[in-house]
């Protein structure tokens, strides 16, 4: 069976830049978390607990490099993955990418890079180095959306209209898409959706 090479796919601004490893990893670690702050109730000993919401998870990887038998430089591999963290000048921050290896395929963005240089040839130059990154997942609202259970009694929303609110402007808040504002006016009964009053309860139904 042909070796399955580990790779960055990195999302760039006007193309997607595919990375392999030099090395696959032999172990990699995934955080999860959820966010439980204290609350202070006054007479209460003890503060009250409450869900607020999960934490973005976290993939940990170390990956090892080394061209001493080629005698190159190592750093002309780990620079193609250091190079993920560069501002892209359209998009004005770092690119999403993918880290993909067998089941593994865990999108976000790389918050940290630690390089470790550990040999070198006598004229100075590293040739073997390994690279501990971080990355943190990144998930749009839908995407989200998409993964709780139908089977969860939290299928709807309710809102209240403020006063400036239009039904694109709830739309794009509550979806990340200004023109599914008719599922909004269908599931509230709106046939004139420039007829909205401050204060009025609506149901945002769940997208499926």
């Not at 000048?89 to 976000?108: I, M, Q, T, Y």
């Not at 390994?130 to 995407?143: G, H």
Request: glycine share 6%; net charge negative.
């Amino acid at each position: 069976m042909a070796l399955t090479k580990a790779q960055f796919m990195i999302y760039k601004s006007n193309d997607t830049e595919t990375v392999d490893v030099l090395f696959n990893p032999t172990e990699y670690e995934l955080t999860a978390s959820n966010n439980y702050p204290d609350n202070d109730v006054p007479g209460l000993q003890s503060p009250t607990t409450q869900f607020v919401g999960g934490n973005a998870s976290t993939l940990s990887l170390n990956l090892f490099f080394d061209t001493y038998e080629l005698g190159t430089d190592v750093r002309e591999h780990t620079s193609k993955i250091v190079s993920i963290l560069d501002v892209d000048s359209d998009l004005h921050a770092p690119p999403e990418c993918r880290f993909v290896w067998g089941s593994l395929n865990f999108k976000g963005v790389i918050v940290s890079i630690t390089q470790r240089f550990t040999m070198f040839l006598e004229s100075g130059k590293p040739v073997r180095a390994t690279l501990d990154v971080e990355m943190r997942s990144t998930q749009t609202m839908k995407e989200q959306y998409k993964e709780i259970p139908r089977q969860s009694a939290d299928r709807t929303k309710r809102k209240t209209v403020k006063q400036g609110d239009q039904l694109w402007s709830i739309a794009a808040e509550e979806y990340e898409d200004s023109g599914k504002w008719r599922h909004i006016a269908e599931a509230n009964g709106i046939d004139n959706p420039r007829l909205l009053a401050a204060g009025r309860n609506l149901t945002i139904p769940r997208l499926e």
